[in-house]
């Protein structure tokens, strides 16, 4: 008899990531002002942000700290039982830290690193946040109005996460959270010198690239979801006109078709305009591999990326300053 | 003891749609040279067809038969068990009608009819299809050429189908193949006017809506994505041209946000283009429900749908001519 | 001998409107955080604006007024001669009025007004207004920075006429100011019902349509460009947003082949945002004539306007309250 | 007593372009199939194209010969005077060549040189080619139908020439045929750079750009007008599809504020895909003056151009191998 492994379906999405940011009035006034995104809640050193189309509390964690990098990102799990069976899981991974309290827009998250060193949460319980009167829309199926300021960003769309060796990363959110492989580039000599992942339709909800510099734990970028390419054309006259620093884009990447402009916000993160890409409805989908000679190539129209996109990252620092509690696993009976 | 009940996970997505079509050629040519689609195959009356970013071998098979309608629709399933969890769910139901041999783009299939008569069937048995040569691409991720020719819609969407009563095909579809209700429109009197269903993030792979001829199982539309807004009015351009009678559109829906376009292909069925819309990750998703007030304000920016909308359809014609077998269900072990 | 006419050049473009506004808080709030036009000036009752790719230090002249409507309307000459010439060609047509001081953003300008009674004028004498510092573009050939906030229009566009009889008054452009007739509409009695006239290579400057209800002197709609049809869209959903009354569109006009969106600010005149049209190099154009049973068959993709699109118009009063003096005419020597 | 001179209207706009193919079948394909133009008639080595928006018979003139190049390009004027004219300063001007008795899409043509060598024609006598049946259009304001096959460009928009010398170049055609610097480059040492020039309320009809090679009489490319942003995007898409070979872009000029796309024919000669820009209707524009510091900034958005952009260019080969004659000038009366 053959055991017959069924997909996982645990994780439901990429819920929010934790900034920190050295300019943090700057930074809130990027975040806000040119990519319009809404403030809803302030607690401690953070401030908590969402896009019009995000459904949750908040999507972005905005931190004051004294550098640049990220604290946490956070999954949203599909029922409380898959929090505790992913829980569970990463528990037994060796990876798996505690649970925390939650915070101003969830509960319980039981916290974890990646083999690299990136912290991250799962976790359950949010509630979706409908905004009404001046900030709510005319469309009920809209969490909140289209602001009509800046470049107007739809919502989180995924992060990228530097490593220092890709495949145990990858590996890790495989089996512990039943990510799914769906792009990969394979070096001539057999290294995995990036993993783009998912647990939706989305051709990438978290990659893991290869870290020149080879330092652990950092972070590549963090990516808004735009609703058209002209969208992040717009952008790019908006980033102008504000003297947001370019990095490269906008253009088209071979790798997820996206449609990409990447930028510094103030604090020093990298931070993405995303649009396309391609939805993966297959089940079996079997993950497309690229070689070192195709990546030679350039992006999918031939642009070459910038010395910087390869070395410059911001780091993992866990600011949370949380005792984590050996909690009981949830148990939903 | 409170039972909690987890998502089913089962339905992968719409795998293809059955056109019946008077005017063979002609609706082929539609499909071909102004939609920009492939032909994959033919094999006695029908021809097959997939559009550039359909990974399976055909998303839509257009029948030779004497009048309009829809043959049938199809499912695919996330894996061989959840087949076989389906088809038994199915043939509990009072709804199932047994299992076929397959066709040319797929494995065994169990078949079934909705309340209101339209015929489906579920499958699991498909392949990865992706074109090479001068068909293929140069993205490797991408199943075939842009065909830069005619709209180059990227994929089947979606179908909306007229019934005499919502309801009760709405939760048909809940509970034999874990539909999730994402929208609704509930009229003054209480009853349900229409349905938006999916399996995947996608704010609809099915509608239901009502029949204003209480007419059963008929077709309202079916559906391709396209990019972009742009790549929409640019459809309308050549549907200008060459003498494609639009229905409705270029605009905005209310419900689904879906940026749409209506017209009839040359054998009588509606057909829309659609980009936009908006993903739901969220598991907990509270369907938006409309009232008949809310619907009366027209589509998002105010337009009207004529006549035709809520009256025009294309029956069901179950043309397969096929012996249902009682196959053995599969069995997994 | 046959005399050869050749085409007169004297006026370079549409100057600027003046709008009157019984809400002119709330107007100017439209033009500046929904259209993303910026104040550039106030004088007595009027807020001076100006989009960011006009040159000019305003375009809008929006004037606080008991009642909606259209002060006048002014065009800009090739040169100082030019508008000598055109002063005394109107003078000699009857129709002149006599010359003013200026105002804020121009030199002496001759007044007149069209059959209908639509006052206008004519001056040569103003200046780039380039801003710098906050408001300063970092693209050096655009007059003030892209905003960034609302619709984001870049220039006036047009302005169309309704009047009681469409020949008259064309004639007079024509033979008084050297416009150019670029498209038509002839009904199937002879009359004229609608007539595109531009000095410049856009298929209109102005247009002159039949007012259904045999008033003299109103204005159907003032445009601003827009870049991109996408843009047109976006504006679409910030009225949707922010309650400002779409009238119709966004769709595409036949005639013109422009991208539209008509809607009322505050004040209650129809502005429209447009974005295509084509561009007319053909110094020996022939115009293009649509007869009645074209103009039947709706917009170019189908769409039909609504009733309210033939009958509503706001009224030309001349708020000027200027004495008009018989300057002597210009005298380049 | 000051003379004030008034501006020059004699050129209406650039009318057509000859460029040289090794390489002619497979150019031809690239012009129609690729970029979507349409053939519009033949004679001795050379085939007439012109795309859906050009209203004369052919904007392109693509001849068979041993190599790469340009033959001539030329200007349609106002009027037949203005044509006299025009003809008379060139011949004064000592870089006239004489009369031909015109082609296949238009009458009788003064030749000449500029400076630098690249071969020119004015001309008056052409006509309104509107195509009918299936090559009609369903717009009456359209001469050809959309062609819902590759790019779609809309209209040939302006060449940029490579020169020895930017500054007497541009003074020539300043002088005789009345052109308007709009934008230009002016070095640290004091030298131009580039002239971007224009009869027209677009920013270039034509620009002279040094050439890094220090040659004479070549040319950089040929530009066609694309409607919109996303058109030049999904030209990209369709190069990429069809192994044209991108040389840079899509991206945003500064200078200009262009969208492009630059890619190689077949035949080795430079075409670009353009749209945006700005319409300049001043009469008094004020070049724009941009310094080496500001040019060294790269492109809008921060790209950098490759070295080929500055070194490559196809010769001018005046193929016609006419015999001019010293036809008399034109005389209306």
Redesign the interface.
């Known amino acids: ?1 053959v055991e ?1 492994v ?2 996982m ?1 645990d994780v ?2 990429l819920g929010h990531v934790e900034l920190l940011s050295p300019k943090p009035d700057e930074s809130l006034r990027f975040f806000t ?2 990519l319009g995104m809404a403030e809803t809640g302030r607690a401690g050193a953070s401030v908590y942000l969402r896009c019009f ?1 995000d ?2 509390r908040s999507t972005l964690k905005l931190t004051d700290h004294h550098q640049s990098g990220v604290g946490h990102l956070a999954w ?7 929090l505790a069976r992913r829980a569970e899981a990463l528990a037994s991974s060796g990876f798996g830290q505690g649970w925390i309290d939650g915070d101003l827009d969830h509960g319980p998250a039981y916290r974890f690193a990646d083999p690299d060193g990136h912290v991250m949460e799962v976790y359950y319980e949010a509630r ?1 946040f409908q905004m009404a009167g001046r900030e709510g ?6 969490p909140q ?2 602001p ?3 470049v107007g960003v ?2 989180l769309d995924h992060v990228n996460m530097l490593c220092e060796e890709v495949t145990e990363n990858r590996v890790f959110l495989e089996e512990t959270l039943g990510f799914r492989l769906r ?1 990969q580039v394979i070096l001539d000599d057999g290294s995995e010198a990036g993993a783009w992942l998912s647990v ?4 990438h909800d978290i990659a893991y690239t290869l870290d020149a510099t080879r330092s652990r734990g950092r972070l590549h970028h963090l990516a808004f979801a735009a ?5 992040v ?1 717009r952008a ?8 947001v620093p ?1 990095e ?5 990447h ?4 996206g ?1 990409f402009l990447y930028a510094y916000e103030p604090g020093g993160n990298r931070v993405e305009i995303f649009s ?1 890409g ?2 993966i ?4 989908w ?1 993950p ?1 591999v ?1 070689t070192q000679a ?1 990546r030679a190539r350039g992006q ?3 642009l070459r990326l910038p010395e910087s996109f390869h070395s410059y990252g911001t780091p993992t620092v866990d600011v949370a300053k949380i005792s984590l509690r050996e909690l009981p696993v949830f148990d ?2």
């Open positions: 008899m017959i069924e997909p379906f439901a999405h002002t040119i189309g459904y949750e949203r799990t599909t029922s409380p039982r898959a979706r829309s005319r469309l009920k199926n809209q109005r289209y009509g300021i800046g739809r919502r792009e939706t339709p989305q051709v609703d058209n390419r002209e969208d054309l790019a006259d908006i980033y102008l006109e504000n003297d370019i490269t884009g906008p253009a088209k071979a790798i997820t078709q449609f396309g391609y939805l409805f297959a089940p079996d079997e497309v690229w195709e999918a129209w031939g939903p009976r």
